[in-house]
């Protein structure tokens, strides 16, 4: 059963410490997106990789996060240093997009709950 | 900004009534997706209409779409407490790179 896996699935640190979150999306899909789910502001796009290159992280905050993709089987986020607000729950989601097709379904990992105190 | 808007934000209801949720968005598109959030759970996918489609089914589900009124519509019958959790609706907008723009979701009770 092919699934999207994500760690560390809880993460609490102080402000001011690094955190890494990865990712490991399904085999054969060819595009990843990092999103930050908040109650207030919902599901935020951070990032978007298609084929392994960065192809839009507007709503990322670049001074202190970043996505990468060094293979297709892992995804990396990155925040540093962390500040309270990070408190939220990023999810990764994986799908495949056939040239010149819409977007079809994503699979979400389970998330990774960042607790920033 | 969110493209998708669910309407109502909650909804109750007791095991065996149909669900219906709404969602409304702003910009053409290429289709619309309906995703279910457990509680502590990733997104999961339901359903996908596409732009040139007006109804699908899957089980108990029923998706429809109005694109001169850009609009959707989840409904669960029979609904079951299992079924309680947040639904979302996202739309892969023309133009917009093949993103995925989403609602801020409706949380549904199934009370048994």
């Known amino acids: 059963d092919a699934r999207v896996t994500q760690t560390p699935r809880d993460k609490v640190t102080e402000m001011g410490q690094e955190v890494t979150m990865r990712c490991q999306p399904i085999?054969?899909?060819?595009?990843v997106f990092w999103y930050r789910q908040t109650m207030m502001q919902g599901l935020e796009l951070l990032a978007y990789f298609r084929n392994r290159a960065p192809l839009d992280d507007s709503g990322m905050p670049k001074d202190r996060f970043s996505a990468e993709m060094p293979d297709a089987t892992l995804a990396t986020l990155k925040i540093q240093p962390s500040e309270p607000r990070d408190s939220a729950v990023y999810f990764c989601a994986s799908g495949f997009l056939a040239g010149g097709r819409s977007t079809g379904e994503l699979f979400f990992g389970e998330g990774s709950r960042l607790t920033v105190l | 900004s969110q493209q998708g808007e669910e309407d109502p934000q909650a909804l109750s209801i007791q095991e065996g009534e149909n669900a219906t949720m709404n969602c409304s968005y702003k910009?053409?598109?290429?289709?619309l997706q309906w995703y279910r959030q457990n509680s502590g759970r990733g997104l999961v996918h339901l359903i996908l209409i596409r732009s040139n489609e007006r109804e699908k089914h899957s089980g108990r589900l029923r998706v429809t779409l109005d694109t001169s009124k850009k609009s959707s519509s989840l409904l669960i019958t029979a609904s079951r407490a299992a079924d309680t959790a947040s639904y979302f609706c996202?739309?892969?907008?023309?133009?917009?790179?093949?993103?995925?723009?989403w609602g801020l979701g409706t949380s549904l009770a199934v009370n048994p």
């Open positions: 085999l054969g899909h060819n595009t």
């Open positions: 910009t053409s598109i290429n289709n």
């Open positions: 996202a739309t892969d907008a023309a133009g917009n790179n093949r993103k995925l723009i």
